[in-house]
């Protein structure tokens, strides 16, 4: 098996070519021709990055990794009989960094030309997780998060939510719960549910969609509060949020313990 050069001239090649792979990231609805089977269905609608671009990214690893890369994962992600739709590798990768874009997955390139995962090619889910540590992950810290799904927890298919973690999280709780409990129970409960949301993030695996609008959220969810009501609640978790410095959330984990 051919071993991969780490000279200082073909790391710097690839670093160029690496580059190359930084325009705002397509996407594409659909690999699959309309009378393949399966068409239309809901799994074909989930976002993929376009096969070319799919593509670029195949030559980028191939050209780091070798035969370490292309005898696992194939030459090219595209099928031989038609360089249109990609394979059932291919597809895996186009769907699981159809939410990243091309600076990401440029850095995650960068990082595998110097040696981040040393000879041997990333999994996907290591690919994922060196593109988000290349750009930051965008993710709200858990404070941030938890304060955000208390005030949407009242109208949660009306909220903008800012990411897809804080609600995935919010609907692990409850939405009832975090617009009509305490603090010292919904923290600790969102906490965890918030950090396994950005576990699952981070390594590719599907999160909760927006809630859409009119449909219930799930037995036992929330009803609409009156605004006096929810004001009540919202201030309540505010005073406890600012008990220390920087709206720190430790002091809530704290009352949650005792």
């Known amino acids: 098996m051919q071993e991969v050069d780490q000279s200082a001239e073909q790391v710097a090649e690839v670093l160029e070519r690496a580059a190359e792979v930084s325009p705002t990231s397509e996407r594409t609805t659909s690999t699959r021709s309309p009378n393949s089977s399966g068409a239309g269905s809901c799994e074909d609608e989930q976002p993929r990055l376009s096969v070319p671009w799919v593509a670029r990214v195949w030559a980028r690893m191939g050209d780091i990794y070798g035969p370490k890369w292309t005898s696992d994962k194939g030459q090219r992600p595209t099928r031989s ?21 091309g600076a990401a997955i440029s850095g995650a390139i960068t990082a595998c030309a110097t040696g981040a995962t040393g000879e041997w090619p990333p999994s996907l889910p290591e690919f994922r997780r060196l593109a988000l540590e290349a750009v930051g992950d965008g993710l709200p810290t858990v404070d941030a998060a938890y304060r955000e799904a208390c005030e949407g927890s009242y109208h949660p298919s009306r909220h903008q939510w800012s990411h897809p973690t804080v609600i995935d999280a919010a609907r692990a709780v409850g939405f009832r719960a975090l617009s009509h409990e305490q603090p010292r129970t919904t923290w600790p409960a969102y906490r965890r549910a918030y950090e396994d949301a950005c576990r699952r993030y981070r390594a590719g695996e599907p999160l909760a969609d927006a809630v859409p609008e009119g449909l219930p959220q799930s037995p036992g969810a929330a009803q609409p509060a009156d605004r006096q009501t929810a004001r009540r609640h919202l201030d309540s978790i505010r005073v406890q949020l600012r008990r220390r410095p920087n709206n720190d959330c430790a002091q809530v984990g704290e009352e949650a313990r005792a």
């Open 81 to 101: 009989d038609d360089k249109t739709r990609l394979t059932s590798t291919g597809d895996t990768w186009a769907r699981a960094l159809a939410d990243l874009d």
